[in-house]
């Protein structure tokens, strides 16, 4: 019979035993549902870490764009950000597994605040490489065991919910980041704003140094299963299919936050407006995830995750048609109801997927693919971007929609 020490921390046996079913008059540990501050100040840390690095990604751009950088230049620049972490998110899930989510998500908060403060005091194309490398090596730890952190707070049922709130988080960060940085550059510059980011990329460092009773005992795992390696990960087909459908998606959400900027400068826009555009879509992807559970529940998520992929490939077609900005701002729009659905499903599915105690390895391998595909697209489609903005974007919809549609053959 599995039991669970409370003292030590420690599971035993193979069956997950759950924090909301362990009752006692003296220690209660309660799930993300029966404890709701515990999921709340987590997404609140994780909008402060990520509104921190989706600001930057505009903010870099921008400032590149200023120091006279060309399209095939800011896309290596951008693909940075995801070269380390390639190497490290299976290592850093092993880390969340094995030691705590406490210790990588701090330091994960510290190094962000390095990254982002080095262009303040060294303005230079050599200081934005060395920044957006750092940024992305601190980042992928505090990103895997946040959401390892996220999955551990409750069972199947509360996991859903503590994840569809948590993803609400993300997509305030993303609205909050590029709006923050557009108004901060038009307004005190481009140094600045980094300094800015900075210091609200410490906030969940210096919370997780002064306070981390939200966090759940950690839970060790035996040995054994500590040491299979990757291709088990792999040869499990559900598994290795969202961790798939999670590099298409990723593909969609990161070309739009590249090459959205380099297009709004193109065509004249203010950085404010080009905030608000790029902000429009984490908007609609709040409002979609408010209705997450339902659409869930009704269709199911084969079909959620298709039809996710043929809207954003349509909307793609239709970006460089335009060069109004309210009506980019509702294709933007479209396209966050098109995709916005679609990261939190893959979490929650790559964690219910991933073999017992190897959550954070996991979701440390659907990040290695995320990252590969963020080196890959924004080198592949600067280049293209030489040509001009139709291969871009139509190249990139021609991918969604035929993904999209042989996606869609398992769910009929």
């Known amino acids: 019979m599995p039991f669970f020490d409370i003292q030590n921390g420690s599971l035993y046996g193979e069956t997950w035993i759950h924090y909301g079913r362990l009752i006692s008059k003296s220690n209660t540990v309660r799930t993300g549902q029966q404890f709701p501050a515990s999921i709340y100040l987590t997404v609140l840390l994780s909008i402060c870490n990520q509104a921190s690095l989706k600001g930057s990604k505009m903010l870099v751009t921008l400032y590149a764009i200023e120091l006279g950088a060309s399209p095939f230049t800011i896309g290596l620049l951008v693909s940075t950000y995801a070269f380390f972490p390639l190497l490290l998110a299976v290592y850093a899930g092993r880390v969340s597994d094995r030691g705590g989510v406490r210790r990588p ?104 140094l002064c306070y981390a009773g939200f966090i759940p005992p950690h839970i060790k795992v035996k040995h054994e299963e500590r040491t299979r390696g990757m291709r088990e990960l792999m040869g499990t087909p559900a598994l290795r299919r969202t961790l798939i459908t ?59 995750l298709a039809g996710s992929l043929m809207m954003a490939g349509v909307t793609y077609f239709l970006f460089p048609l335009f060069q109004y900005p309210v009506v980019l701002g509702a294709i933007s729009f479209f396209l966050g109801l098109g995709l916005g659905c679609g990261q939190p499903l893959s979490i929650i599915l790559t964690y219910n997927n991933a073999p017992a105690g190897r959550a954070g390895e996991a979701l440390g391998l659907r990040l290695t693919v995320n990252k590969f595909t963020q080196i890959l697209v924004p080198v592949v489609f600067g280049s293209l971007g030489t040509l001009g903005v139709y291969p871009v974007f139509w190249a990139n919809a021609i991918l969604l929609m035929m993904s999209g549609y042989l996606h869609a053959k398992p769910s009929r």
């Open 246 to 304: 999670s590099g298409l998606i990723l593909t969609g959400i990161d070309l739009f936050n590249f090459y959205m900027p380099i297009y709004g400068r193109s065509i004249g826009l203010s950085a404010s407006v080009i905030g608000v555009i790029v902000g429009a879509y984490a908007a609609a992807a709040f409002v979609v995830r408010l209705q997450m559970p339902r659409l869930v529940k009704q269709f199911g998520e084969e079909r959620i």
């Open 105 to 208: 998500m701090a330091l994960g908060s510290l190094g962000m605040m390095l990254g982002l403060a080095l262009p303040a005091v060294m303005p230079s194309m050599t200081a934005l490489f060395l920044s957006v490398a750092i940024i992305g090596i601190s980042n992928i730890f505090f990103h895997v065991s946040v959401h390892n952190l996220v999955g551990s707070l409750g069972d199947s049922h509360a996991r859903t919910s503590n994840f569809g709130t948590f993803s609400l988080g993300a997509a305030t960060a993303g609205f909050l980041g590029p709006m923050l940085v557009g108004l901060s550059i038009d307004h005190i510059g481009h140094l600045p704003t980094f300094a800015f980011l900075a210091i609200v990329a410490s906030v969940p460092g210096v919370v997780l």
